[in-house]
């Protein structure tokens, strides 16, 4: 048995390391690349339509359309369909429009010095200032002003060529402050069998201090001359719940990098997913600004997900991207290349994976291909590995039988038969000798001799009544008592 454990143990090992080159396509970590695909610039404007009725004069309905653009900032996409996670700020206008709208209009339309702005202003002219206070809101009967107000948030994918539209969002759940989650939805769902690259999320922030992470957003609308940037981070200690969010510090105090990150979140990457760098998942979002840049949680971004009924979910292209995505990050350029093509036949202005597919057909087949490594590891003209496994188990067959009958095996006991007694029989005279018979457990073969006839000795005398041979001294037969001749 112990012969069959060991010759187990040694075919496992070999299937082990047969297996070795599967077992190394293990995700890496600290890659943004699963989440930068998902990445959107998100402009927000709020639309004024306006209509002033002039009775100052001749009765007169004046006609305006403004567009009071109030946020720019990155967002995370986080369904195929579309839907993003964003800031509050990014979709909520805490400015009040309509009073911009109606200081505009009617400095315009009276000639009149107006601030363009959202606070409520009087006019020296007695008639004039009575009409303006009317055209302010809130709407009453004696209202100068008609005014509609709705907010349109348009997202610009990471795509290329890039989209001169983007598509069209609105609000379906955010916080009550400005850095609180926020769930935007598509007013219209993004079409397709695959819909759109999503970003997977984390089930928790590292509590570690000094974890590192990333940043990923974009500082302008998506083009040629405008790309992802990515900014490496690192969490500070605090809580890592609730809209105070949590600090960022430099461990070794080369950077600081609260100011660091809160200029380019002033400059574009608000609202930009913080990326854990132990699986490359979104952890959290990027709030703050000026010299104190935060993150938010994941927590909150699945509570506002939970409380919008967004169920955050990934789709076909992500399952392909990120098995492309491993065979590259794993130096195996030759595979990766097809994974990173049929990325492209499923989205195909996905410019991270254009980006990787270039780099792995420059790659495939040199130096640094950990395929092509493999392959020429191996003689030329060797053999397929099946008949060596073919062979394998055949030998460990034919060890686990020969273990078997060695278990069974018993080493052959000798049988000795106990002496067996002379016939009955007159006991022997003092000069005669006893003879002991043993029987043996096996045959004892013995080779035919030849008898040689020889010419009696007549100094041996035999008893003339039985023939029993007589010693040299005895006068009567020892067996049957006859009376030797003298």
Same mark, same amino acid.
């Given at each position: 048995?112990?012969?069959?454990?060991?010759?187990?143990?040694? +075919?496992?090992?070999?299937?082990?390391?047969?297996?070795?080159?599967?077992?190394?396509?293990?995700?890496?970590?600290?890659?943004?690349?699963?989440?930068?695909?998902?990445?959107?610039?998100?402009?927000?404007?709020?639309?004024?339509?306006?209509?002033?009725?002039?009775?100052?004069?001749?009765? %007169?309905? +004046? #006609?305006?359309?403004?567009?009071?653009?109030?946020?720019?900032?990155?967002?995370?996409?986080?369904?195929?369909?579309?839907?993003?996670?964003?800031?509050?700020?990014?979709?909520?206008?805490? *400015?009040?429009?309509?009073?911009?709208?109606?200081?505009?209009?009617?400095?315009?339309?009276? *000639? +009149?010095?107006?601030?363009? *702005?959202?606070?409520?202003?009087?006019?020296?002219?007695?008639?004039?200032?009575?009409?303006?206070?009317?055209?302010?809101?809130?709407?009453?009967?004696?209202?100068? =002003?008609?005014?509609?107000?709705?907010?349109?948030?348009?997202?610009?994918?990471?795509?290329?060529?890039?989209?001169?539209?983007?598509?069209?969002? @609105?609000?379906?759940?955010?916080?009550? %402050?400005?850095?609180?989650?926020?769930?935007?939805? /598509?007013?219209?769902?993004?079409?397709?069998?695959?819909?759109?690259?999503?970003?997977?999320?984390?089930?928790? +922030?590292?509590?570690?201090?000094?974890?590192?992470?990333?940043?990923?957003?974009?500082?302008?609308?998506?083009?040629? @001359?405008?790309?992802?940037?990515? #900014?490496?981070?690192?969490?500070?200690?605090?809580?890592?719940?609730?809209?105070?969010?949590?600090?960022?510090?430099?461990?070794? %105090?080369?950077?600081?990098?609260?100011?660091?990150?809160?200029?380019?979140?002033?400059?574009?990457?608000?609202?930009?997913?913080?990326?854990?760098?132990?699986?490359?998942?979104?952890?959290?979002?990027?709030?703050?600004?000026?010299?104190?840049?935060?993150?938010?949680?994941?927590?909150?971004?699945?509570?506002?997900?939970?409380?919008?009924?967004?169920?955050?979910?990934?789709?076909?292209?992500?399952?392909?991207?990120?098995?492309?995505?491993?065979?590259?990050?794993?130096?195996?350029?030759? #595979?990766?290349?097809?994974?990173?093509?049929?990325?492209? &036949?499923?989205?195909?202005?996905?410019?991270?994976?254009?980006?990787?597919?270039?780099?792995?057909?420059?790659?495939?087949?040199?130096?640094?291909?950990?395929?092509?490594?493999?392959?020429?590891?191996? /003689?030329?003209?060797?053999?397929?590995? !099946?008949?060596?496994?073919?062979?394998?188990?055949?030998?460990?067959?034919?060890?686990?039988?020969?273990?078997?009958?060695? !278990?069974?095996?018993? *080493? /052959?006991?000798?049988?000795?038969?106990?002496?067996?007694?002379?016939?009955?029989?007159?006991?022997?005279?003092?000069?005669?000798?006893?003879?002991?018979?043993?029987?043996?457990?096996?045959?004892?073969?013995?080779?035919?001799?030849?008898?040689?006839?020889?010419?009696?000795?007549?100094?041996? %005398?035999?008893?003339?009544? =039985?023939?029993?041979?007589?010693?040299?001294?005895?006068?009567?037969?020892?067996? =049957?008592?006859?009376?030797? &001749?003298?």
């Amino acid at each position: 048995m112990a012969r069959l454990r060991a010759l187990a143990s040694g +075919v496992a090992a070999a299937l082990v390391l047969v297996a070795m080159p599967v077992a190394a396509h293990e995700h890496p970590s600290g890659i943004t690349d699963l989440v930068s695909p998902a990445v959107v610039r998100l402009e927000a404007v709020s639309h004024v339509e306006i209509t002033l009725l002039d009775h100052v004069g001749r009765l %007169k309905h +004046v #006609e305006r359309s403004y567009d009071f653009p109030f946020a720019a900032g990155t967002g995370t996409v986080i369904s195929p369909d579309g839907s993003v996670v964003a800031l509050r700020r990014l979709a909520v206008n805490d *400015d009040d429009v309509a009073v911009r709208a109606a200081n505009k209009i009617f400095a315009e339309h009276h *000639d +009149v010095e107006i601030p363009a *702005d959202d606070k409520k202003h009087e006019l020296s002219n007695e008639l004039l200032d009575r009409h303006l206070q009317d055209c302010y809101p809130p709407k009453s009967d004696t209202a100068t =002003c008609i005014i509609n107000v709705t907010t349109e948030i348009t997202a610009f994918p990471n795509v290329s060529p890039a989209s001169a539209d983007g598509y069209k969002l @609105k609000l379906a759940r955010a916080g009550g %402050k400005a850095d609180s989650p926020a769930v935007l939805v /598509p007013l219209d769902p993004v079409t397709g069998s695959v819909g759109m690259p999503t970003a997977p999320l984390a089930d928790k +922030v590292p509590d570690q201090q000094g974890a590192p992470t990333s940043v990923a957003g974009f500082l302008g609308r998506p083009g040629p @001359k405008t790309t992802h940037t990515v #900014e490496i981070a690192h969490l500070g200690k605090g809580g890592t719940s609730g809209d105070a969010g949590r600090p960022f510090t430099d461990p070794d %105090k080369k950077v600081n990098e609260p100011v660091k990150l809160g200029g380019l979140a002033d400059r574009g990457m608000i609202g930009a997913p913080v990326i854990g760098d132990k699986d490359g998942h979104v952890i959290g979002l990027l709030v703050g600004g000026g010299d104190d840049a935060r993150m938010i949680g994941v927590r909150e971004i699945t509570k506002a997900l939970t409380e919008a009924g967004v169920e955050p979910r990934r789709g076909a292209i992500d399952t392909a991207f990120e098995a492309a995505l491993t065979r590259y990050h794993t130096k195996y350029f030759t #595979e990766a290349a097809p994974g990173f093509q049929r990325v492209l &036949e499923l989205y195909p202005g996905n410019v991270v994976a254009a980006e990787l597919l270039k780099t792995s057909l420059a790659k495939r087949g040199g130096p640094e291909d950990q395929g092509t490594r493999e392959a020429a590891a191996e /003689p030329a003209g060797s053999t397929p590995l !099946w008949p060596f496994l073919l062979a394998a188990g055949i030998l460990f067959l034919a060890a686990g039988g020969g273990a078997y009958l060695l !278990w069974r095996r018993r *080493d /052959p006991e000798e049988v000795t038969t106990p002496a067996q007694p002379l016939a009955a029989g007159p006991p022997p005279d003092d000069g005669a000798h006893q003879t002991v018979v043993v029987r043996r457990s096996q045959p004892f073969h013995m080779a035919p001799q030849q008898q040689v006839m020889t010419a009696p000795d007549p100094a041996i %005398k035999y008893c003339t009544s =039985c023939g029993m041979k007589l010693g040299p001294a005895h006068r009567f037969c020892g067996y =049957c008592g006859h009376p030797t &001749e003298t």
